[in-house]
């Protein structure tokens, strides 16, 4: 999309008489900013190994009320267990096929903006996040009231679907008073032939909450999905994260949390599988900023085919953030000579008292190990799939709710049945 | 049900069994001794059929069929079963499951049904006494953490659950305290029987005091120079191995 296209789609978004105007402001000045800059190139060093030629060259438009579904939406396939599920269907909020989970107040992303204008600071890093802001259109907004533990886990279920070149922004904050908790997933699937999704994440932890957000990124493989979530951790709370993706021709998660009160505990984790051309990226950065935090990141690729990803890891230890106890791990494994993954584990530590560890392996499957699985009698294919599964073992075994854990791991087998071969 | 006869191989360009014969009848065990780099692990893989080895000249019967060019899981299912020299850590591949994939792969090659998870559990407890390991091992991922006995002993729990014809056993007793190797030997002993064959690849007389092979074979640079009973360990434990050497 070039320029001008981004700016036709601008004024029909600032022209739809059913968004607020009070948010115009905010999205008028991150237009203009994202003018300025234009979208990434690969001279810019956060973007070398990013191919956004599907989201440059593509011709999206806003998503209208026309494309939301005519009839009955089947959601059976996407059926979890014991869970509230919000559906949005090509942005478009689907009432009847939502359960709206109780103990929480749920608002759209504009008024959740309207009610904090004045005090909503938007962190804006890069093009896509000034987008975000310019753009958003869907997405939901979850306020839990301090000492509540919302005992469901919540889930926003994104459907892509359809032959337009859609364009979507899903907004979403998420502020949890201090020691409340809950578990929130981020369920992105469809059948779409072409589609951008652009969305943002702001999460906010009061003291001594704890979020648990996992995020299934299975979008069809023509679609293109950015993902940026903002994380800001208030003195003893906990965030866990994990992302299991396998969808979308380019994804890119972009996560970067601030750990600003003391005691608090981040943990962030994925779980890439690709197959044929899709490039799917991770780009965390681990901001301590204070005392006694602790922070763990651990993220996992398996690359079959041509595919490629990249996994750029920046941990932060800020002057004065002394007792901070950090790990990094990134593990690739390529299933094919033509695979790609570039790894990037940095650290950057203005502090003398503290614990950073990091690391990062890449390689193709130990030539010893399905030797002696072999040797064992179990087939080249068996003996592959079995150790495909246990590279990412301890990721699936991150997820404590059964009925989430059970549906990421079928779909973990069946891209295993797919994409092993001998 | 072993016959090697006039073997080469190498690696790469390295020829390292040169002409080296042996036949393994049923019940018999043999053991093969050796010093480091005289080729007795070559024998053991190439026999397994691990990649990277060269088979120039000679051939590998198993119960009359030639098996060199048989993939490694058709040499297993066959009935072959090698106790590596150092056993390979399969990170997150927890050891209960790769034993019940293994034995209900050779369940089914027999044309048997599977075991469910029930059924093996039966038979892996029963098993685990035999090499006095801890239940705690099968939640493990296969080797890992696994101190160098506690590996072996899982070789041995393997060989005894997926019940081989021919076992080798390359090099089991190398750095085995006494209980270990004790508890090794009697396992191995346990599980001889008319059918079955073993191949005992050792450069330590010491395993040969728990055991009793019927042959005991000297190999020296790819070829077997001497063979003999039980008492030629004892002769190389007194003599060593020069006096062999041309």
Known sequence: MNVSHFQTEFDKMMNRDYFSDKVHPLRQDAFSKFLEIGLPTKKWEDWRFTNLSSISKGNFRISEIQDAPKGDLDISPYKLKDIDTIVIYNGHYQETLSSIPSGVQLLSGLDYLEKTNSEFNSPEHSPFDLLNTAFMDSGMSIVVDSNVDVEKPIRMLFISSGLESLMVTPRIHIDLGESSSVTFIEHHVGNSTSFFQNESVFVILGQNAQLNHIRIQSNSVSTANMAKIQVEQNADSRYTFFQFADGSRLGRLNIHAELKGEGADCSLNGLALSNDSQHLDNHIIMDHQVPHCTSSQNFKSVLQDHSSGVFNGRTIVREGAQKTDSNQSNKNLLLSKNALINSNPQLEIYADDVKCAHGSTTGALDKDALFYLRSRGLDMLSAKALMVRGFATELLDLVKHDGIRDFITDRFDTWLLENTTA | ?246
């Open chain 2, 1 to 246: 049900m072993l016959k090697i006869e006039n073997l080469h191989a190498g690696v790469e360009d390295k020829a390292i069994l040169k002409g080296l014969n042996l036949s393994i009848k049923p019940g018999e065990m043999h053991a093969i001794m050796g010093r480091n780099g005289s080729g007795k692990s070559t024998l053991a893989n190439v026999i397994t059929g691990r990649e990277g080895y060269n088979v120039s000249k000679g051939d590998v019967l198993f119960n009359g069929e030639s098996i060199l060019d048989w993939s490694p899981e058709a040499r297993s299912l066959a009935g072959i079963f090698m106790s590596f020299q150092y056993p390979v850590v399969i990170p997150g591949v927890n050891n209960t499951y790769f034993l019940k994939a293994a034995l209900n792969a050779k369940r089914k090659h027999a044309g048997e049904k599977g075991l469910d998870a029930a059924g093996f559990l039966k038979l892996i407890k029963e098993k685990l006494k035999n090499v006095d390991m801890d239940s705690k091992y099968l939640l493990r991922a296969v080797n890992d953490g696994f101190s160098g006995g506690e590996k072996k002993r899982n070789e041995i729990l393997q060989m005894l659950t997926l019940e081989p014809t021919l076992a080798i056993l390359d090099e089991t007793d190398s750095g085995l305290d006494i209980d270990a190797l004790k508890i090794v030997a009697e396992g191995l002993n346990n599980f001889r029987s008319a059918d079955r064959s073993f191949l005992v690849i050792t450069h330590y007389q010491r395993l040969l005091k728990y055991i009793d092979p019927d042959f005991v074979h000297v190999l020296i640079e790819g070829q077997i120079v001497k063979s003999g009973g039980k008492e030629l360990a004892q002769e190389l434990e007194e003599k060593g191995y020069s006096w062999l050497e041309s």
